[in-house]
Nanobody, 125 residues
Framework: QVQLVESGGGLVQPGGSLRLSCAAS????????MGWYRQAPGKQRELVAT???????NYVDSVKGRFTISRDNAKNTAYLQMNSLKPEDTAVYSC???????????????????WGQGTQVTVSA
């Protein structure tokens, strides 16, 4: 399968910035979509941003103009640049990737839908 590892979370003051990274590894054939999700305490997980292999991106309205998603296809890595952070951005941020991988044991290519372990982002004075 495909493994995702996130990094870059932490504690930041309101108005500050953080950059999250999500590195994918494994027998990756292709990564179609990479996305960032977040879940705050007591709330449902919500989609923050997605980016296609061609670079097309989408954002939830609450982060438009403040967050930027990008990806380095050569490194199988996605990034989330978060600026002008607000206390309501506090959440566990998780990375998701969908695409195709090669199953060497069984000798076939199949789809995957993988999640990272999550990284905590806390915005507080």
């Amino acid at each position: 399968q495909v493994q995702l590892v996130e990094s870059g979370g932490g504690l930041v003051q309101p108005g500050g910035s953080l950059r999250l990274s999500c590195a994918a590894s494994g027998n990756i054939v292709e990564i179609n979509v990479m996305g960032w999700y977040r879940q705050a305490p007591g709330k449902q997980r919500e989609l923050v941003a997605t980016i296609s292999s061609g670079g097309s991106s989408n954002y939830v309205d609450s982060v438009k103009g403040r967050f930027t998603i990008s990806r380095d296809n050569a490194k199988n890595t996605a990034y989330l640049q978060m600026n002008s952070l607000k206390p309501e951005d506090t959440a566990v941020y998780s990375c998701n990737a969908q695409g195709k991988y090669y199953n060497a044991l069984r000798g076939w290519t199949g789809p995957y839908d993988s999640w990272g372990q999550g990284t905590q982002v806390t915005v507080s004075a």
